[in-house]
Antibody, heavy 131, light 107 residues
Framework: QVQLQESGPGLVKPLQTLSLTCLVHGDSMTNTDYFWTWLRQPPGEGLEWIGYISHSGSAFYTPSLESRLSMSVDASRKSFSLTLKSVTAADTAVYYC???????????????????????WGQGTLVTVSS | DIQMTQSPSSLSASVGDRVSITCRASQTIATYLNWYQQKPGEAPKLLISAASNLQSGAPPRFSGSRSGTEFTLTVSSLQAEDSASYYCQQSYRSPYTFGQGTKVEIK
């Protein structure tokens, strides 16, 4: 049974960097059918896909965060990480890691469009941006 | 970005009722639509993938369907444990976007 667990600071000051790690249990992280995903949910609000990364390190980000965002993966340590720079109060949210099952829909010279579903999810970690 | 519009935003129904939640995409997404259930204080859980594929372990009273760009999650006989928020998610084109959610309460 695959389980994911987020870790990181619960409080980050404005304009500083948010760093989170997700530990993966029960998966080798080397299967090309899965990408490793970050999502978030502001308190009382809906869900937002942040981005995901393959086991080989190919990362795909949501455009609204791309300029501040980076992800990395370390399959040998069964973990992947998120770094978000210059945070503001708008980045306050519960951050979830999840495994994405991916499948190519179409491919071109520019790359592949992939469909996906997120399962399972970690329990989530609340990150508050405040001075 | 593809916009996902869910309705209603909330509903209240009795145990045994048939309940439907609708999600409309702003453009065609074929069948690339997933449904998640989120109970208070918990992480979302995948219920249905690709519009109508019920996940292993999910109760068979849940079903999903598609008509063009409109998708429906149906609970055939609502149970007390179905009290939760439900979210749709399009997986057709990045960024992968969610509906705003539907909160289901038991009368």
């Amino acid at each position: 049974q695959v389980q994911l667990q987020e870790s990181g600071p619960g409080l980050v000051k404005p304009l500083q960097t948010l760093s989170l790690t997700c530990l993966v249990h029960g998966d080798s992280m080397t299967n090309t059918d899965y990408f490793w995903t970050w999502l978030r949910q502001p308190p009382g609000e809906g869900l937002e896909w942040i981005g995901y990364i393959s086991h080989s390190g190919s990362a795909f980000y949501t455009p609204s965060l791309e300029s501040r965002l980076s992800m990395s993966v370390d399959a040998s340590r069964k973990s992947f990480s998120l770094t978000l720079k210059s945070v503001t109060a708008a980045d306050t949210a519960v951050y979830y890691c999840a495994r994405a099952r991916v499948r190519a829909i179409s491919c071109s010279l520019a790359g592949c469009e992939r469909t996906n579903w997120f399962d399972p999810w970690g329990q989530g970690t609340l990150v508050t941006v405040s001075s | 970005d593809i916009q996902m519009t869910q309705s209603p935003s909330s509903l209240s129904a009795s145990v045994g009722d048939r309940v439907s939640i609708t999600c409309r995409a702003s453009q065609t997404i074929a069948t690339y639509l997933n449904w998640y259930q989120q109970k208070p204080g918990e992480a979302p859980k995948l219920l249905i993938s690709a519009a109508s594929n019920l996940q292993s372990g999910a109760p068979p009273r849940f079903s999903g369907s598609r008509s063009g760009t409109e998708f429906t999650l149906t609970v055939s006989s609502l149970q007390a444990e179905d009290s939760a928020s439900y979210y749709c998610q399009q997986s057709y084109r990045s960024p992968y976007t969610f509906g705003q959610g539907t909160k289901v309460e038991i009368k």
